[in-house]
Structures are given as C-alpha cells and as structure tokens.
C-alpha cells in the first residue's frame, strides 16, 4: 500500500483586527470572527509585527484613566 499524500492545508494571513475582533465581545466583527474561526478548518498564519500590534491594543485600557489633579 503507498502512503498517501498529506491533505492540502488551508493558510489564511490574519491581522490584528481579527484577533481583537475575536477576543472582545464588544467589538462589532465579534460574531463573524468567531462564526468564521468556529468553520475554519486549516492554519492562521501571522508575523512579528501583528502580533506587537495584538498586544499593543491588548495593553491599553478601554478609557483614558483620569488622573487626580490638585488645583
């Protein structure tokens, strides 16, 4: 019997948007990245710079923090 073949992996590029899409509930793509992730049968592929990017959005807080003032 011959080995067969290795079935051919789906790749798809995914940016920032797409994360932060997919780990906030909030976000208005919320249900379709989620939707899209959930019937994706293959890889996501990224680079460096998205993913400083990813973390970047990730660190900042979801409104500016007032900061005590003495008048």
Do not use: C
Request: cysteine-free; hydrophobic content about 30%.
């Amino acid at each position: 019997m011959r080995d067969q073949p290795p079935a051919k992996q789906h790749r798809l590029g995914a940016e920032a948007s797409y994360y932060l899409a997919l780990v906030n509930p909030d976000d208005d793509r919320h249900e379709k990245a989620t939707e899209f992730s959930e019937g994706f049968d293959g890889e996501f592929i990224t680079i460096n710079w998205v993913l400083t990017e990813l973390g970047d959005a990730l660190s900042q807080p979801p409104e500016p923090i007032p900061v005590p003032r003495d008048d």
